[in-house]
């Protein structure tokens, strides 16, 4: 913007100043997309797991992707630009971060979740309007499909997803080994464990602990190969069994992470209900999720999450920890905190 | 993340540090389309033509918009969190922005960028993968459609889009007013005119300017009356025509907005060649586009507008100043010279 109103004799409102705020956030936002699908579509090509076995040529990677030079090359470089690869010279290298979560080779890799978002969920929130307008869900499920119950029909894909995972609680499960005072307790076992990545990193912290990881039954062989891939076998014990039709096994501490928020108040009171009844006296849940700022105001990532859960589920929706705890002190935990974490989680504590 | 590594003595490459990079940055890239979304369909629904009467409470919103609570919370909430909405209370209303360019009853309005962004191009891009692998157009041009040749037919369709591509210029050409000598040329004529934003905003800025606009004949309509709403009629003229196949109307100063990038280099070259030939000797060019910074390393918007090309042209993409710059030398422009204008816009202007 010029340093003077443009102004004119027969200046009319069309005419910009200095005055009005620019439209530069409205068109980032949304051509936000753009940027997005970049990503997304790297991911699919396998584009960090090819350049984290060293730098290429812009002309290399378009051989060796299956690719047409034109628009490859200003796909690298917008990616440049979004700092998701560097380029020295004619050189295209992953950067330090897309080379630790999204080379398929390492077990840090989590692209398992861009690869859902670029398969499924992408497309589905092209109907958010549908959403908004009819209250339902815009996946499978609009077609009479079921992806999760698909998922856990095909161990393959199954163990991809449950490994994505991982990759989605590790820095979350990291930083609850920081901050629970777990010397207080002996046992803790994670409810929707999928490969058991939290009780993992706890117990691979704190040598005191045992426990285990409770999942569909589906679950149970991608949890036994994480945990002994881990050297925790004897420590980390697999329970199978549906978290709305089996009690919960018993132990000091019950984690809860990333499920609550797929289902309605009434199935989350359940679920609250279960944990609390599961606890001994002086026992503790430990809820999280992408928790919504309690003003509601702050938390995008939670308040974008709470509505795809609106594409996702028929129910689900995210909260605030004040949401949280105002359940859990209904359902009789005697006490209650919340305290941030890594990125967008936050974790909610109750004690029984 | 904690202050101390997470190690212990059983450590594996899955327990984090604090010395890694983290992954959000890479988790709100690879999901931007979620907040991108909610505000392309908050167009849609006409959310903020809505509020700009007055603010309102979620449970009017939803009345007025005929929309479930189910979500529509969290949208709204999300849209505070995004700075596109303000909320007060229980009442939504929108930001100093929104109120300006998305409310549909503002001469100032730039929601059809988005409408044709959330119509045509969030699913278009959903196929950036194959525009890749093949490197050809995504859009109607897959399926046998032709949509600016539909969109020329329709002249209610028409007028919107061009009435669109005002909002997306007013900037630029508020800023071309101010940085371009423009007391050493008399007549200016602006090539792909659509309404006639960019003479019109010139000459209501400079009193001894006339001139005009060119464009193919269905936008003549449009332009008149644009230009008459401006009191302009006497000072612009509109010079139908078609830039491939007949010669460019004669003025001191040309102007190509957006228009450029549309095409392939030989398409480039013709139309750099016809405005040469236009202009007297010491005549003008001013070129305008999101224009790639010369490492393309930092313009985002311009390197994702390459790829829109691709996604929407047989050959288009996006160039750099010094790209754009070498090719009028090569035509025979005596000087050239590269400056910012406001947003991810820059102009290039070559001296005859």
């Known amino acids: 913007m010029s340093d003077d109103p443009v102004r004119s004799a027969d200046s009319t409102p069309e005419v910009m100043t200095n ?19 970049a990503l997304l579509s790297a991911v699919e090509l ?19 992707l299956g690719l047409q ?8 470089d917008a990616l440049v630009s979004l700092g998701m690869l560097k380029r020295a010279g004619d050189q295209y290298a992953n950067s330090p971060a897309t080379d630790l979560y999204l080379d398929r080779a ?29 209250g339902r869900p815009q996946n499978e499920a609009k077609t009479g499909g079921d992806f999760f119950a698909a998922l856990y029909r095909d161990q ?13 609680s590790m820095g979350a499960a990291a930083a609850i080994a920081e901050k629970f005072p777990w010397d207080r307790y002996h046992t803790v076992i994670d409810i929707g464990a999928a490969e058991g990545c939290v009780p993992a990193q706890l117990t691979l912290r704190h040598p005191h602990l045992t426990g285990g990881g409770f999942d569909l039954p589906a679950a149970g062989p991608a949890f036994e190969d994480y945990v002994a ?8 014990r697999f329970y199978p069994g549906d978290f709305f039709t089996d009690p919960l096994p018993r132990a000091d501490v019950l984690v809860m992470g990333h499920i609550l928020h797929d289902w309605s108040l ?34 995008i990532f939670g308040l974008l999450m709470s509505l795809n859960m609106l594409i996702e589920t028929p129910a689900g929706f995210d909260y605030t920890a004040a949401d949280c705890r105002s359940w859990m002190a209904d359902i009789g935990f005697r006490d209650t905190y919340a305290e941030p974490l890594p990125g967008p989680d936050s974790m909610v504590v109750g004690i029984k």
Do not use: C
């Open 69 to 76: 030079p034109r628009g490859t090359t200003d796909w690298l």
């Open 106 to 134: 390492k077990p840090t890799y989590l692209g398992g979740m861009l690869e859902m978002a670029n398969a499924r969920l992408y497309s589905f929130w092209g109907s958010l309007t549908e959403g908004l307008r009819t």
């Open 229 to 236: 891939s881990h050297g925790l076998t004897s420590r980390l």
């Open 46 to 64: 396998d584009l960090f797991t090819t350049l984290a076995r060293g730098p290429l040529t812009g002309e290399m990677l378009t051989a060796k």
């Open 156 to 168: 393959a894909r199954l163990r991809q997803f449950l490994h994505a995972m991982t990759g989605l």
């Open 266 to 299: 009434e199935q989350k009171l359940a679920l609250l209900r279960q944990a609390h009844q599961a606890l001994p006296d002086g026992g503790a849940l430990i809820v999280y999720d992408a928790i919504i700022d309690d003003d509601r105001t702050t938390n």
């Open 19 to 37: 005055k009005q705020p620019g439209p530069d956030a409205i068109m980032q936002l949304g051509l936000a997309f753009w940027g997005s699908k």
